[in-house]
Nanobody, 130 residues
Framework: QLQFVESGGGLVQPGGSLRLSCVLS????????IGWFRQAPGKEHEAVSC????????????QYADSALGRFTVSRDDAKNTVYLQIDSLKPEETAVYYC???????????????????WGQGTQVTVST
């Protein structure tokens, strides 16, 4: 019954920034660890980040793919049922559809960048081009 709606994508020049939003409906966000994933044309889905729940000692800890570290920032606002992904210094190869989904259970209070059971939603298109 959980549904995620991604937004905030668009066309941006290389080096530009975007802030993506992921709004959950059908439940409350707070118990879930959430991941951000992307799929470029012709490629597999790739995990870029995750953020743990604020419940159970995880305290909203974030993890990042090596390619994202230092440029991507994931955050959450459970009161708004929303997870954000701030992306800075975007690169053309990061053109993709970006998705958010619940991730598998945390390990030692760290989120894991693998999606749990569920289907990909619509995502939001990020295009990095001159």
């Amino acid at each position: 019954q959980l549904q995620f709606v991604e937004s905030g994508g668009g066309l941006v020049q290389p080096g530009g920034s975007l802030r993506l939003s992921c709004v959950l409906s059908g439940g409350t966000l707070d118990p879930y660890a959430i991941g951000w994933f992307r799929q470029a044309p012709g490629k597999e889905h790739e995990a870029v980040s995750c953020i743990s729940s604020n419940i159970g000692g995880s305290t909203g800890r974030a993890q990042y793919a090596d390619s994202a570290l230092g440029r991507f920032t994931v955050s959450r606002d459970d009161a708004k049922n929303t997870v954000y992904l701030q992306i800075d210094s975007l690169k053309p190869e990061e053109t993709a559809v970006y998705y958010c989904l619940v991730t598998i259970p945390t390990v030692r209070n760290r989120c894991v960048m693998k999606k749990a059971r569920g289907s990909w939603g619509q995502g939001t298109q990020v295009t990095v081009s001159t």
